[in-house]
Every structure is written in structure tokens, then in C-alpha cells.
């Protein structure tokens, strides 16, 4: 039963899972480990939010706020060897982490400002079973990372127009997990630790002169280009805890699900001259719990199905304009085909709810995103040898 149902599930929980709190896209997952024998996955997956809203702060005239939320898409793939009985290896690559945020020019509160983000991982994982029940697992996974802020419109005040761009820089982090198996009721409980990846990354800062004092009178006399100048900062993409779990229910039925934490607040962007001039980062994100439950059943030899949710609260209504929305809920329906014993073929579709947000700016409230949606659609092949 594990295995016919394999195909289904893991595209719920890995490529299916498109759409997560914060600046996390997939879920780092290691589930490929528990594959049967040897098998090589292809995936590709694509989510399309959709974040409309309003101005809401006067002075600024009240305005609509037109999707600033772009599609994105997740290619990835995954290989797993057993190297004897009780060792065993995987690769995987994808895109964990990523941003792609663009307000129209026209809008007078935060019109122009658009953030790009994107990462590359690849993870390299061991696995060794102690005996049926008990296994332990870890490795380690090199990431890149870049990306691109800039800041426009009546909200940002004496910084609009400043952009920062952050230099692709690799950087190491690791993964470590436990799991327990009882495989005659196919029960799995695998525990997964992410640890943060920390970038040095080499920035440009760039952006209008910032009115100062300089006769000590309490008015402004001249303008200096503050914002202006080379360097680095430390950018660190979030660690995460996942618990994965699945059992079977009945004959050819598994129940499954997982509860992911992930330290959003250990991402920061605190360029220097722009913290000179601010006291402040440009992002500030909040810590999310996301849960998930589902069930896949076998419906033939051949076919199997699953259907999940996940729910991830919001953390408060107040949030970056670069990240406009805060919890999800998400509903997935997936499916795989045994073209044969080696090929299988799975697919899956989901439908998110966004959380409303209030983007804000020296913690006043600008604008009001709220009833938005999304979809997503993922794609695996699976080859076993």
C-alpha cells in the first residue's frame, strides 16, 4: 500500500506545496529518502497568486491596488540510491525560497516599489536505518541567493527611490532528521530540521539625498547622498522544523499530514546606509506553524488520489508591503499513474485562500489587501531502476 501511494502523496507534500508563508516556496522536503529502491523524480510546479487591495491612509487619495503578485514557477528533481540495506543516498534540487512583488507606477502610496528574490539549493542527504522501526538522516545543502528592492511612492517618505541590489552569493547550511516506522500499517513519523543559511552577500545601495541639519538649528539646509555606497550584510533564509506523518486507516487508505514551523523573523535585509538613515531593515517577517492533513487511497492497481489541506494563521494584519498578505488556507487534489514498473506519472492541483494584510510603513497602516486567491499545479515523473 506505502508504495502505490507514494506518487500521490509526496506531490501533495513536496511539488504541490507551491505556496507558503513568508519568502518559503517549497518545503525542503526529504521524503524522497523513504522511496522504495532506487527512482529519479523530475517535477515542475507553478503557483499564481493573485494580491489586489487598496490605499487606505489619508493624506494619500484613496486607490485601487491591481494584482502586484507575479506567477512563479519550481522546477526540481530528486535522486535517491540505496547503496546497501541500510544506507541510503539522495540529491535533490530546488528553489526554496523566492520574491516577486511589483506595485503599479500610477499609485501614489507605494507605486514603483518591487522586490525580486530568488534561491537555488542543492541538498545531498544520507540515510541510515538502525532496523525496521528506527532510522536517522542528515546532510548538507548548498544554496545561492540574490535579489533586488526597491522603494517608490509617498509612503516611503525621504527614502522613495532607494533600490539595493544584492550580489547571487553560495552559502552551506544542513539537514537532520529522525524517523519511526512500523511498515506493516505503513506508519511514518519523520522529523526534519533545516538549518538557516547564512549569505554574505556584497550589496549597492542606491538612492535620492536625504535633507539634514547642518547648522544644528533643527532645519533641514542641504541634501547628502546617505543612501549612496558599496558593501555587504548578512542575509539568512529561514530554519524550519517539519513534522511528516502518515498511517494506514483501511485497506489501500492512508491518512497523512505534517506541522511545519519556520523562523521567518531570522530573514533579515539590513543594508547599512539605509539602517543609518531608517534605524530600520527592509524586511520584518513573523515565525508561522503551518499544518496539514490529508488522505490517499489506491483506487486500482494503477491509480492513486489524495486530497489535503493545509492551514497556516496569521501572524498579525500589519505586514511589510514587500510580503502584502499574512496565513493561508490550501486545498490540493493529486493523482499518479503506473505507466509501469518503473514509470510513474503524478499530478496536482491546488486552490489558496490569502490571509488579509495591511501593508505598513512606520508601523502606520497604508493600504488594505483582503478576499485574494491563488491556484497552483504541480507535475512529477518518476522513474525507478
Same mark, same amino acid.
Given at each position: ?37 532506487n527512482?529519479?523524480?523530475?517535477s515542475?510546479?507553478?503557483a ?18 491591481d ?8 522546477p ?37 516599489t ?5 534561491t ?52 552551506l ?9 512500523i ?15 547564512s549569505?554574505?552577500? !556584497? ?12 547648522? /544644528? $538649528? +533643527?532645519? @533641514?539646509? &542641504? %541634501?547628502?547622498?546617505l543612501?549612496?555606497?558599496d ?24 491518512l ?18 539605509f ?52 496565513g ?12 509501469? !514498473? ?12 490569502? /490571509? $488579509? +494584510?495591511? @501593508?505598513? &510603513? %512606520? ?23
Amino acid at each position: 500500500m506505502t508504495t502505490s501511494l507514494t506518487g500521490a502523496t509526496c506531490l501533495v507534500l513536496t511539488a504541490g506545496a507551491v505556496h507558503a508563508g513568508g519568502i518559503e516556496r517549497t518545503t525542503q522536503s526529504a521524503l524522497v529518502l523513504f522511496e522504495t529502491g532506487n527512482v529519479l523524480e523530475f517535477s515542475l510546479a507553478y503557483a499564481d497568486p493573485r494580491l489586489t487591495g487598496r490605499n487606505t491612509s489619508p493624506p494619500f487619495p484613496e486607490q485601487t491596488l491591481d494584482d502586484v503578485a507575479r506567477g512563479f514557477a519550481l522546477p526540481s528533481f530528486a535522486l535517491k540510491y540505496d547503496l546497501t540495506e541500510d544506507w541510503a543516498l539522495a540529491l535533490i534540487y530546488d528553489r526554496p525560497f523566492g520574491a516577486d512583488v511589483a506595485y503599479q507606477d500610477d499609485n501614489a502610496v507605494f507605486g514603483g516599489t518591487t522586490t525580486q528574490a530568488s534561491t537555488h539549493a542543492l541538498t545531498a542527504l544520507a540515510r541510515y536505518r538502525f532496523n525496521d522501526t528506527f532510522s536517522a538522516f542528515g546532510g548538507v545543502r548548498l544554496q545561492q541567493a540574490d535579489g533586488r528592492i526597491h522603494l517608490q511612492g509617498a509612503a516611503y517618505g525621504a527614502v522613495s527611490g532607494y533600490t539595493v541590489d544584492l550580489d547571487p552569493n553560495v552559502a552551506l547550511g544542513y539537514v537532520a532528521g529522525v524517523a519511526y516506522q512500523i511498515p506493516d500499517i505503513a506508519l511514518r513519523v519523520v522529523l526534519t530540521y533545516n538549518s538557516a543559511v547564512s549569505h554574505d552577500m !556584497e550589496i549597492n545601495e542606491s538612492g535620492p539625498a536625504i535633507p539634514v541639519d547642518t547648522t /544644528g $538649528d +533643527g532645519v @533641514p539646509d &542641504t %541634501a547628502l547622498p546617505l543612501l549612496n555606497g558599496d558593501g555587504s550584510t548578512e542575509v539568512r533564509t529561514p530554519s524550519s522544523w517539519t513534522l511528516d506523518f502518515q498511517t494506514g486507516i483501511m485497506a489501500d487508505t492512508l491518512l497523512f499530514g505534517s506541522v511545519r514551523y519556520v523562523r521567518h523573523s531570522e530573514f533579515r535585509v539590513d543594508p547599512k546606509h539605509f539602517e543609518t538613515v531608517t534605524n530600520d531593515g527592509l524586511i520584518d517577517l513573523d515565525d508561522t506553524t503551518a499544518w496539514t492533513l490529508g488522505v490517499g487511497r489506491k483506487v486500482t492497481d494503477r491509480v492513486s488520489a489524495a486530497l489535503s489541506a493545509t492551514y497556516e494563521g496569521p501572524t498579525g494584519r500589519l505586514v511589510s508591503p514587500l510580503a502584502p498578505t499574512t496565513g493561508y488556507t490550501q486545498v490540493r487534489l493529486s493523482g499518479s499513474y503506473a505507466v509501469n !514498473e518503473r514509470l510513474t506519472v503524478s499530478g496536482g492541483l491546488s486552490h489558496f485562500w490569502l /490571509g $488579509d +494584510g495591511r @501593508p505598513q &510603513t %512606520a508601523q502606520t497602516a497604508r493600504a488594505d489587501f483582503g478576499d485574494n486567491t491563488g491556484w497552483g499545479v504541480g507535475l512529477k515523473l518518476a522513474y525507478r531502476f
